[in-house]
T-cell receptor
Framework: GAVVSQHPSRVICKSGTSVKIECRSLDFQATTMFWYRQFPKQSLMLMATSNEGSKATYEQGVEKDKFLINHASLTLSTLTVTSAHPEDSSFYIC??????????????FGQGTRLTVV | LAKTTQPVSMDSYEGQEVNITCSHNNIATNDYITWYQQFPSQGPRFIIQGYKTKVTNEVASLFIPADRKSSTLSLPRVSLSDTAVYYCLVGSSGSARQLTFGSGTQLTVLP
């Protein structure tokens, strides 16, 4: 099946610094990618929808100035956590769906990135 | 987006068949039902997808009654490595549509 690669898998940063997470679709083009956040023992919560060549769409309660999303190509979306604080520590997961139009397609998920802010 | 309800947790023993049922009473006509598996500190992995009746692949079966208001994921002869969280998702088609995750079911397979 299609592969979505996420990097890094684990990162520790100091409070106040910024961290960039990359999400790549390795063998298909994804005009749309999705970013989720997952806290321990909880489900995935959608943060934003990343659209190639345009601005991302953020879910209610997600600060767009704090979580910067760039989808510069059909195979790469990045999430930058700016001025990170300990409460931003979480598991971040990206996703992409193969195909266009109305054909139903399964979603492929990255391996996730464990962010720890100290 | 249709809301889903699943049991919070289930226990089973190795070699048994496990059935996890998901309720989705307000499923729309063009919604598909998809199940994902997630291990700790990993992204979700696609298991199976269906629209109606029964779908079977090499790892699971999905049973969907005629009214489509529920679905049952069936895992034959589970092993310890099947211990994971299983999510039932219901959503409309289209690559630009995001998936909304419910609370999931923690399946624990015991020796």
């Amino acid at each position: 099946g299609a592969v979505v690669s996420q990097h890094p898998s684990r990162v520790i940063c100091k409070s106040g610094t910024s961290v960039k997470i990359e999400c790549r679709s390795l063998d298909f083009q994804a005009t749309t990618m999705f970013w989720y956040r997952q806290f321990p023992k909880q489900s995935l919560m959608l943060m934003a929808t990343s659209n190639e060549g345009s601005k991302a769409t953020y879910e209610q309660g997600v600060e767009k100035d704090k979580f910067l999303i760039n989808h510069a190509s059909l195979t790469l979306s990045t999430l930058t956590v700016t001025s990170a604080h300990p409460e931003d520590s979480s598991f971040y997961i990206c996703s992409a769906r193969q195909g266009l139009g109305t054909t139903n397609t399964e979603a492929f998920f990255g391996q996730g990135t464990r962010l720890t802010v100290v | 987006l249709a809301k889903t309800t699943q049991p919070v947790s289930m226990d089973s023993y190795e070699g048994q068949e496990v059935n996890i049922t998901c309720s989705h009473n307000n499923i729309a006509t063009n919604d598909y039902i998809t199940w994902y598996q997630q291990f700790p500190s990993q992204g979700p992995r696609f298991i199976i997808q269906g629209y109606k009746t029964k779908v079977t692949n090499e790892v699971a079966s999905l049973f969907i009654p005629a009214d489509r208001k529920s679905s049952t994921l069936s895992l034959p002869r589970v092993s310890l490595s099947d211990t994971a969280v299983y999510y039932c998702l219901v959503g409309s088609s289209g690559s630009a549509r995001q998936l909304t995750f419910g609370s999931g079911t923690q399946l624990t397979v015991l020796p």
